[in-house]
């Protein structure tokens, strides 16, 4: 392709160096620039023919302070930057222009309550801190790391909370120990190897795994599946640190949230990350608190969700939950195969969907397979994935699972997941595993001081705090809602064998039910990656690769 390439003079190629990966090509990135600057040149991009080097040329250059180092260290005048948006984005209302600026934000100890408020958001990017490659029973300031609610701390329940929860944790670092040494002594724990053997795989570059490596390997697994049987046991205070990747529009809409949130540690966070942000992108985030932009808003969304609480209570007032499965497919569109197939075809034809849909509806059924598989194609890996024909049908699951495997899941976030409060009153799963190593006993022991602890705290406090007191093997009640696109990615990939065991358990029955239940045979086959094969150390596989690879690679 042929494309016109602007001239500069050799003083503004100068510049322009500092601030531009290349002179030349239509295609270039932006750099040593503050973000509200990145974004006020793209919001004043929408609104001239001038191109975007120009643009920063003509009205931009004569902020540029390039008195230091002038290679690489150029700073813009924020001032002009923040009269842009004023007049864009606070007075015409441009929302988009929010879209065009990015902070990663570290968000460190927040409790596992929090940090499902934060995750909420569809456009972000979230990486938090496993419970399964850590020890959640290290000491901070000779203190185990969990969020002690002011409200909790200041009333008559604050010393209780205290010690309950030190005992939660001392039984978690308990179980921890007694599951390493359970695994260890069990060498049958992982079908087809055994504690002492070389594994003798080989890796990419033809070497083989050692004993040492094997042992590495095993060990890192039977570590990882110990700290998978005793979460379990940890409280929702746990803390934890998160990291957030977002655009001043994903911000603003979380920090609108989170400041209507009953939860006093969300609305007080959010003080502190708008503190932050403001720091870095501040005018994107100046309507948050105005009280006639941000402050509306959030008294809008505490307001309906006063109201559907009262409506809720008023109307369930009298109901106790019935039994349900842990899993149930409770919609799905009975014709959603045949829409599928039609959209799957409506990109590679120039006719009308009534008219594609007509023509599905007389396919044979040879016909239909030879279409999914060539939609498909060869998935070699279940990263690769076919289009956006599988978005056409829905399927919505209720799940009663345990807050723990909630967790992993509630981060997929193109689908639309709902949860309702965390409640030791749904009961709790003893793992397989603690049970076989003799541990059942002492977790059952954890789950009524949990429950015990939660009646106090709601009792003197709200049931809103006392969630925090509740273990994480607790069940919670939760939708989710997803196209047959994102099945696909969530069912497989937490189907995994290293895969913690409650979650693959709850996502290889949704397969399941896709498939018996909707009869949705073709959307069940394209899920080709989906592992339901059984295995205590599912983790062990995943360890010798990484064994496999470090072995390969040059010293």
Same mark, same amino acid.
């Given at each position: 392709?042929?494309?016109?390439?602007?001239?500069?003079?050799?003083?503004?190629?100068?510049?322009?160096?500092?601030?531009?990966?290349?002179?030349?090509?239509?295609?270039?990135?932006?750099?040593?620039?503050?973000?509200?600057?990145?974004?006020?040149?793209?919001?004043?991009?929408?609104?001239?023919?001038?191109?975007?080097?120009?643009?920063?040329?003509?009205?931009?250059?004569?902020?540029?302070?390039?008195?230091?180092?002038?290679?690489?260290?150029?700073?813009?005048?924020?001032?002009?930057?923040?009269?842009?948006?004023?007049?864009?984005?606070?007075?015409?209302?441009?929302?988009?222009?929010?879209?065009?600026?990015?902070?990663?934000?570290?968000?460190?100890?927040?409790?596992?309550?929090?940090?499902?408020?934060?995750?909420?958001?569809?456009?972000?990017?979230?990486?938090?801190?496993?419970?399964?490659?850590?020890?959640?029973?290290?000491?901070?300031?000779?203190?185990?790391?969990?969020?002690?609610?002011?409200?909790?701390?200041?009333?008559?329940?604050?010393?209780?909370?205290?010690?309950?929860?030190?005992?939660?944790?001392?039984?978690?670092?308990?179980?921890?120990?007694?599951?390493?040494?359970?695994?260890?002594?069990?060498?049958?724990?992982?079908?087809?190897?055994?504690?002492?053997?070389?594994?003798?795989?080989?890796?990419?570059?033809?070497?083989?795994?050692?004993?040492?490596?094997?042992?590495?390997?095993?060990?890192?697994?039977?570590?990882?599946?110990?700290?998978?049987?005793?979460?379990?046991?940890?409280?929702?205070?746990?803390?934890?640190?998160?990291?957030?990747?977002?655009?001043?529009?994903?911000?603003?809409?979380?920090?609108?949230?989170?400041?209507?949130?009953?939860?006093?540690?969300?609305?007080?966070?959010?003080?502190?990350?708008?503190?932050?942000?403001?720091?870095?992108?501040?005018?994107?985030?100046?309507?948050?608190?105005?009280?006639?932009?941000?402050?509306?808003?959030?008294?809008?969304?505490?307001?309906?969700?006063?109201?559907?609480?009262?409506?809720?209570?008023?109307?369930?007032?009298? $109901? %106790?939950?019935?039994? /349900?499965? @842990?899993?149930?497919?409770?919609?799905? !569109?009975?014709?959603? =195969? *045949?829409?599928?197939?039609?959209?799957?075809?409506?990109?590679?034809?120039?006719?009308?969907?009534?008219?594609?849909?007509?023509?599905?509806?007389?396919?044979?059924?040879?016909?239909?397979?030879?279409?999914?598989?060539?939609?498909?194609?060869?998935?070699?890996?279940?990263?690769?994935?076919?289009?956006?024909?599988?978005?056409?049908?829905?399927?919505?699951?209720?799940?009663?699972?345990?807050?723990?495997?909630?967790?992993?899941?509630?981060?997929?976030?193109?689908?639309?997941?709902?949860?309702?409060?965390?409640?030791?009153?749904?009961?709790?799963?003893?793992?397989?595993?603690?049970?076989?190593?003799?541990?059942? $006993? %002492?977790?059952?022991? /954890?789950? @009524?001081?949990?429950?015990?602890?939660? !009646?106090?705290?709601? =009792? *003197?406090?709200?049931?809103?705090?006392?969630?925090?007191?509740?273990?994480?093997?607790?069940?919670?009640?939760?939708?989710?809602?997803?196209?047959?696109?994102?099945?696909?990615?969530?069912?497989?990939?937490?189907?995994?064998?290293?895969?913690?065991?409650?979650?693959?358990?709850?996502?290889?029955?949704?397969?399941?039910?896709?498939?018996?239940?909707?009869?949705?045979?073709?959307?069940?086959?394209?899920?080709?990656?989906?592992?339901?094969?059984?295995?205590?150390?599912?983790?062990?596989?995943?360890?010798?690769?990484?064994?496999?690879?470090?072995?390969?690679?040059?010293?």
């Amino acid at each position: 392709m042929h494309y016109t390439a602007e001239t500069f003079t050799p003083a503004e190629q100068d510049v322009l160096r500092r601030y531009v990966t290349n002179l030349r090509q239509p295609v270039f990135a932006l750099v040593n620039l503050p973000e509200v600057v990145k974004g006020a040149l793209f919001a004043r991009y929408s609104r001239t023919h001038k191109s975007l080097r120009r643009l920063l040329l003509d009205e931009f250059v004569d902020d540029l302070d390039i008195s230091g180092d002038e290679t690489i260290d150029a700073t813009v005048g924020v001032a002009r930057a923040e009269q842009l948006y004023q007049r864009v984005f606070v007075e015409y209302g441009d929302d988009s222009v929010a879209q065009l600026g990015a902070v990663h934000l570290a968000c460190e100890q927040a409790s596992n309550l929090l940090t499902k408020i934060l995750e909420r958001g569809r456009l972000m990017s979230y990486l938090e801190q496993s419970t399964r490659y850590l020890a959640y029973d290290e000491r901070s300031g000779g203190r185990y790391r969990y969020h002690r609610p002011p409200s909790v701390m200041s009333s008559r329940a604050g010393t209780r909370f205290v010690g309950d929860v030190d005992r939660m944790f001392d039984a978690y670092g308990d179980m921890v120990r007694r599951m390493t040494a359970w695994l260890t002594d069990h060498p049958d724990a992982a079908p087809g190897t055994s504690a002492g053997a070389s594994l003798a795989a080989k890796g990419s570059a033809g070497s083989s795994i050692t004993a040492k490596g094997g042992d590495l390997a095993r060990r890192r697994a039977i570590r990882a599946q110990a700290f998978d049987s005793a979460r379990g046991l940890l409280p929702a205070a746990s803390l934890s640190n998160l990291g957030i990747f977002g655009t001043g529009q994903a911000y603003e809409a979380l920090l609108l949230r989170m400041r209507a949130h009953p939860l006093p540690e969300a609305r007080s966070y959010a003080q502190m990350m708008l503190t932050e942000l403001r720091k870095v992108i501040p005018s994107f985030l100046r309507r948050v608190d105005q009280p006639d932009r941000g402050v509306v808003w959030s008294d809008y969304l505490e307001a309906n969700r006063t109201s559907m609480s009262e409506f809720a209570a008023d109307l369930f007032a009298n $109901e %106790a939950a019935e039994p /349900v499965a @842990e899993v149930v497919l409770t919609d799905w !569109d009975p014709d959603g =195969e *045949t829409k599928m197939l039609a959209a799957m075809l409506y990109p590679y034809t120039s006719l009308p969907e009534s008219q594609i849909a007509a023509r599905v509806a007389d396919m044979t059924e040879a016909q239909r397979r030879d279409l999914v598989q060539r939609y498909c194609g060869e998935r070699t890996n279940r990263r690769h994935r076919p289009g956006r024909g599988l978005e056409r049908l829905d399927y919505r699951f209720d799940v009663l699972g345990d807050y723990g495997s909630f967790r992993d899941l509630q981060r997929h976030r193109l689908l639309t997941i709902e949860w309702q409060p965390l409640v030791p009153q749904h009961g709790y799963a003893v793992p397989a595993l603690v049970d076989a190593a003799g541990g059942g $006993e %002492a977790y059952d022991d /954890v789950m @009524e001081l949990s429950a015990e602890l939660y !009646d106090t705290v709601a =009792e *003197t406090v709200g049931a809103l705090e006392a969630s925090y007191a509740v273990a994480m093997a607790y069940r919670v009640r939760y939708s989710m809602q997803f196209n047959a696109r994102e099945a696909m990615h969530m069912i497989e990939l937490r189907s995994q064998p290293q895969g913690h065991t409650d979650y693959r358990r709850i996502v290889t029955e949704m397969y399941r039910q896709i498939s018996e239940v909707a009869g949705h045979h073709a959307v069940a086959a394209m899920l080709s990656h989906v592992d339901v094969s059984e295995g205590i150390l599912g983790r062990l596989g995943a360890e010798e690769a990484t064994v496999r690879r470090r072995s390969a690679e040059p010293a």
